[in-house]
Each structure stands twice: as structure tokens, then as C-alpha cells.
């Protein structure tokens, strides 16, 4: 497969034995050859989904100072504001490359319980609070509205994911009722200046979770994802669709009958270079921290081993993205 195929799940929506059945036949098909598709009727309205792409380029257009008032507290809490240059997502693989040339705005859980399970030891960074600018008050409702109306896209999803593996259909709904996900704005700037050797807009990667919700902008300088046989294609931006891929703990649980594909944004041509910015807002579905990744058992035939050990998602969560965020260095002590 060398196109990323667009999905109705409203007929999955729907919830008829026919509708959910056909829905999760197209998706398993791309899941298995391509590891992305693109689904339309989903159930959020573009008029919401342009006031956030709206409020997002607002924070972008802040100052410096004004955005760095909610930058990025610590290298393993991801959320709050990070400048341009100062992530490689290329590190997640260790591969060395200069910065990405992309500025973000992170957000991850909120209105989270004072509990042990949320707020002790365990848990870690996962349900860090969340940082906000001073100079857009109206952000924080907004972005708070969009993780909700995500986060139940993601879980439909799963849900289609379930039966297109031969599973229940609530299968993964104690897994994610506690998901440790991430809302992230990206701001690719116009490229003035001619990017360093190595350096793209965001190096090539996986995604680390279960699944990732994209909302992108048709603009020089595009997503591109790379085909089995490692030829890398654009992506096209589609009026009212999200891109989906798998990620990484979702290939291993289907003991990589599913591929998390890599994918990256290049830098656009140098003579479209200076007006060429471009906003994506990506959801990022992550598993509770305490759900264990093992092999699905209708994912392993007789006499089959799994590929990969048990791990759970906020550890594997944490590796990757504290290699991303310190260039490979590990966490600052």
C-alpha cells in the first residue's frame, strides 16, 4: 500500500452489525499494510476544531517571553511550551540529527483525582499539571474541550480496533479509562534561513502509543510516510479528516501484525521556504501507565513466540519521549 486510505467509522458510530463490521474490515486492511489511514465522520465539528487551530496559532504569534511563562517544566514532565530546535525526535530512535525546526505546546490529562494511583510514586510524570499561558486565559477551555472530544474519538477507535482483531469489543476499554495521553500544537515556522544538514521539520520516527490523531494543514512542507518497501510518500490534507496512525505498543501487542510506521515532516522547497508555516494539532493516546503490552492472543498463531517482552506503556512512554527531549542524554539531574 502506497496511499493512506480515507475510512467512514460512521457507519461503526452507528453501531449495526453490518456498519461496524465493514468499518473494522477497511481498518485492520491499512492497519496490516501501511500502519495509517484516515477517518471522516467522527463526530467533532470543524467549527470547534478551527476555533482550537485559531487559538493555537494565537499562542504561536506571543511572544517569546509571553509564551515562555508556560515553558516545559522539567525534561520528563511533557507538557507546556518548548522552543524551536529544542527537541529531536530523530533521538527516539537514536539517531543523531540537529533540532527539529517545529516550536509545541503540550497538554496532557487534567481534572485529575488526588489519589495514589494518580499522584503517587508510581505514576511518575504521567499526570503532571498542566501549564498555561497568562496572556490567553480563553486557551485553557478550549484546549481542555479538545483533549475530552479526542480522547472519545481515540476510544471509538480502540473499540474498532478490538473487533478488527477478533476481540471483544470493550477489550481495551479497562486499559484506557485512565490513558495518560497528550495534546500537542506544533508550529512549523516559515524557513528563512536554510535548515542545517540532517535537520527537517521533525526527524523520522515512530509514534510511541496506541494510536495518534492528527489534524493537519495542507501547506510546503508536508507529513510523509514511509511504505514497507522504504519509499517515503506525502500524506494530503483532507478537508474534515483526521490522520491515524498506530504506534509503537499497539504493533507490539499485535505482535506486529499491525506496523508502527515511520514518518516524518520535511522541509518545503527553498522557493516556497518563506511562506510555508504550518500548524498541526496532534493527540497522542497513550495507555494507562499500568497497562501491560504482551501479545494479543489472537495475534499469535500455534507455535508462535511473541517478538517483543511485556512492558508497560508509561515505561515505555518515558524512555522514548526523555531521549527526544534531551537529544539522548537521559533525564537532567
Known amino acids: 500500500m502506497d496511499t493512506v486510505p480515507v475510512i467512514d467509522i460512521a457507519p461503526f458510530l452507528e453501531g449495526t452489525t453490518a456498519g461496524i463490521e465493514h468499518v473494522a474490515k477497511q481498518i485492520a486492511h491499512a492497519c496490516e499494510e501501511i500502519g495509517f489511514f484516515q477517518i471522516t465522520g467522527y463526530g467533532v465539528s470543524e ?16 511572544t517569546e517571553e509571553q509564551k515562555a511563562v508556560a ?13 524551536v530546535g529544542m527537541e529531536g525526535l530523530s ?54 474541550r479538545y483533549f475530552a472530544e479526542m480522547s472519545e474519538v481515540s476510544r471509538q477507535v480502540m473499540r474498532i480496533f478490538a473487533v478488527a482483531l477478533g476481540l471483544d469489543i470493550e477489550f481495551f476499554e479497562d486499559k484506557i479509562n485512565d490513558h495518560i495521553s497528550m495534546f500537542r500544537a506544533l508550529n512549523y515556522p516559515d524557513q528563512i534561513e536554510p535548515p542545517l544538514p540532517g535537520q527537517l521539520r521533525a526527524g523520522a520516527h515512530s509514534d510511541y502509543g496506541s494510536l495518534t490523531l492528527l489534524r493537519q494543514e495542507q501547506r510546503p512542507g508536508s507529513l510523509q510516510v514511509m511504505t514497507k518497501s522504504g519509499e517515503w510518500f506525502d500524506v494530503p490534507a483532507i478537508k474534515g479528516a483526521l490522520v491515524v496512525n498506530i504506534g509503537d505498543l499497539m504493533a507490539e501487542w499485535t505482535n506486529d501484525r499491525w506496523v508502527s510506521t515511520l514518518h516524518r515532516v520535511i522541509n518545503p522547497p527553498r522557493d516556497a521556504a518563506n511562506d510555508s508555516r504550518r500548524i498541526s494539532l496532534v493527540f497522542f493516546h497513550q495507555p494507562n501507565y499500568d497497562a501491560m503490552i504482551t501479545c494479543l492472543p489472537t495475534c499469535l498463531a500455534p507455535g508462535e513466540q511473541p517478538k517483543h517482552k511485556a512492558i508497560s506503556s508509561g515505561e515505555h512512554l518515558f524512555s522514548k519521549f526523555v531521549k527526544q527531549a534531551t537529544f539522548g542524554q537521559g533525564v537532567a539531574t
Do not use: C
Open 91 to 144: 533521538y527516539s530512535l537514536d539517531e543523531v540529527a540537529p533540532g527539529d525546526l517545529k516550536e509545541k505546546m503540550d497538554m496532557g490529562p487534567f481534572n485529575v483525582p488526588n489519589d495514589d494511583y494518580h499522584r503517587g510514586a508510581e505514576a511518575g510524570p504521567h499526570f503532571a499539571t498542566n501549564v498555561w499561558p497568562d496572556a490567553l486565559p480563553e486557551m485553557r477551555p478550549l484546549w481542555e
Open 47 to 62: 467549527e470547534f476544531i478551527q476555533q482550537v487551530y485559531d487559538m493555537s496559532r494565537r499562542f504561536f504569534d506571543l
Open 71 to 83: 515553558a516545559q517544566p522539567a525534561t520528563d514532565q511533557v507538557r507546556g511550551w518548548t522552543a
